[in-house]
């Protein structure tokens, strides 16, 4: 008897749509699917993906829908996402900007909104700047950012995801010409002004960082930092095949292929002795960041398969798996320095907390609004967790409401002239 075999082909259908301003491509279900993500961020090199972090980033989107965005290139990560992984989502769409009317397009507005997770390609960060800032597009990616919470994206896409951001302008810069000329014309930069990614308010990132070296370019970013805006700089910074997943609690996990390969992740800040900028940073002159050969403090992180390396982003001081270094840039050469030694800070916070007692404050975690219980009558700073002053209020004894909607998603201290306390807003 002969046996007749039947081979089913399951094919991903991909559909194509042109408008005016952008081009959609989608594969999977095209009908909207209402799920919760859980909350996180994934930063990544730049080179070639890697599926362990893509793999983490994916599961937190709960079979919902994975809306990518891009200025050029196609739909090269539709089927990676969809079905390469092995992890189940409703759909993967891929809408690629053509021109500046797909900002202000309703399907486009609406399919962002819609989505549990929303992946930034890599590309010219200038496009996304011209294209998504200072409208619609940066309202919607920072609703889904304060309501749904997972977002990531790599090399231009992860450039554009810290709270300060290099915008190449004038296209990109050198670690050379940089700490020759902090100021020099290809090094613009922009502060608070995009999107609102947890943890990292005050950090700017970079990208490709071993290929070619960036450091020296990353460094400078942070000089300008302190230097244009009075901002205690953070930096994070992934060799072109690792990826940082920072989960919903702060903790930044390093994926890449170590030992196999150097990948590396790079959390770097100013040592916590103050004064702790940077002595010199003008423009047409040398940057020099001396601050006794120990201005920066950084923790390299060997990049493992499973993730399990990590640093937590609420102190900058806690992790797991990695060695610290000191930079310093002397006369426009930076040097560095593996001797193992953590900043000298108090340990698990850059504000001294001692043996004050703390304030009562609800609700914590927040998004909108903090009620704060004070025990006298008192003056109170708002403050970032790296000691940065971003407000201050007067509280009377008893019952205080304070608007926070400004505010990005982080962690903050409320330090009055008796009392301390931490909250959390999404």
Sequence with gaps: MMRAVLTILILTLTFTGVSQGYTSFLTGDSAN????????????????????????????ANGGDVVVIRASGSDGYNNYLFSSLGVEVNSVETIVWNDSSASTDEYVLGQLA?????????????????????????????????????????????????????????????????????????????????????????????????????????????????????????????????????????IAHCFGEYPDYDDFIYFIRPNCEEPWGPEVCVENELLHWYRDMAALKVYRVSATINGSKFLDLNDWLTGEGGEWQTWYVENGLLNFVEDGNAPSCAAATLIDEGELPSLTIYPNPTRSFIVIDSPTDQLARLLNVQGGVINEWQLRSGTNTFSVQDLAPGVYVIQGEETVSRFQVH
């Design 33 to 60: 699917v209402n799920v919760t993500p859980e909350r996180g961020t994934l930063l990544a090199g730049g080179a070639g993906d890697n599926d362990d972090a893509m793999t983490w980033f994916l599961e937190r």
């Design 114 to 250: 819609n989505a549990e997770a929303i992946w930034i390609a890599g590309g010219d960060q200038w496009d996304y700047v011209s294209y998504w800032k200072d409208n619609a597009v940066e309202d919607v990616l920072n609703m889904h950012i304060a309501e749904k919470g997972l977002i990531g994206g790599t090399s231009a896409g992860m450039a554009i995801l810290g709270g300060s951001y290099f915008n190449a302008m004038n296209g990109t810069v050198y670690s050379d010409e940089s700490l020759e000329d902090p100021y020099n014309n290809w090094l613009h930069l922009g502060h608070g002004d995009f999107l609102e990614t947890p943890f990292l308010s005050n950090v700017i990132t970079d990208t490709h960082y071993d290929d070619p070296d960036r450091r020296g370019r990353h460094v400078t970013f942070l000089a300008r930092m302190f230097q244009d805006e009075g901002i205690y700089p953070l930096g994070i910074a992934c060799d072109e095949y690792s990826a940082v997943c920072v989960d919903e609690n702060g």
